[in-house]
């Protein structure tokens, strides 16, 4: 079984609807869950940052982690066509000087 | 703040060369960076870490001798794909923890490796 699985889409939507994204990871020693915005060849770039379980909302961007089930999500509000990209999701076991394990990626189109 | 750039962005080489790529902390110093490698409609898989000064600690089924990387600075690590071969084309990606403290990695551009 992989540490993280992600569904890879991909996952068309028209613009201004309520996106969700989900991850499942297998360890309940990870702790951080992370959700990163990847554009076409171009490295990835944070969008939200949740520790243990709970919700975390920044904008249009909601992230909800539910330790035991292991599983986060992230929720999108009123899709925009900028938004179209691919969303990894990303756990850690700690803090600081610890590698990242990656999703696979979904890939995002919100359509005009 | 807290930008990661990477040179090159994108190399085509000939099959048995080596290509180094360099992954350098702009405006911060690192005292890790990590090596990602991403295949097509795939995801990051770490390569390697590597602390400024020491040895970098690879990850399994990484081959040391194959994918060099030197953390000479604490602005810049180096990845060199020595003999590389067109299985070796990929997407190779880097971070960079700043020294000064924090969890957050940042993220290099990445760098487009083919390899004919």
């Known amino acids: 079984q992989k540490e993280v699985e992600q569904d890879p889409g991909p996952l068309s939507v028209p613009e201004g609807a309520i996106v969700s994204l989900n991850c499942t990871y297998s360890n309940s020693a990870f702790q951080y869950f992370m959700w990163y915005r990847q554009y076409s060849r171009k490295g990835p770039e944070l969008l939200m940052y949740t520790y243990s379980s709970g919700n975390k909302e920044d904008g249009r961007f909601t992230a909800q982690v539910d330790k035991s089930s292991k599983y986060i999500s992230l929720f999108i509000r009123d899709s925009q066509p900028s938004d179209s990209a691919t969303y990894l999701c990303?756990?850690?076991?700690?803090?600081?000087?610890?590698?990242?394990?990656f999703g696979k990626g979904t890939r995002l189109s919100v359509i005009a | 703040g807290a930008v990661v750039s990477q040179h090159p962005s994108w190399v085509i080489c000939k099959s048995g060369t080596s290509v180094k790529i360099e992954c350098r902390s702009l405006d911060f110093q690192a005292t890790t960076m990590f090596w990602y490698r991403q295949f097509p409609k795939q995801s990051l898989m770490l390569m390697a870490t590597s602390n400024e000064g020491s040895k970098a600690t690879y990850e399994q089924g990484v081959e040391k001798d194959k994918f060099l990387i030197n953390h000479a600075s604490l602005t810049l690590s180096t990845l060199t794909v020595t003999s590389a071969h067109p299985e070796d084309s990929s997407f190779y990606i880097c971070s960079a923890l700043p020294l000064a403290g924090g969890w957050e990695q940042y993220f290099g551009p990445g760098t487009r490796l083919t390899v004919t």
């Open positions: 990303a756990i850690s076991r700690n803090s600081g000087n610890t590698p990242l394990v």
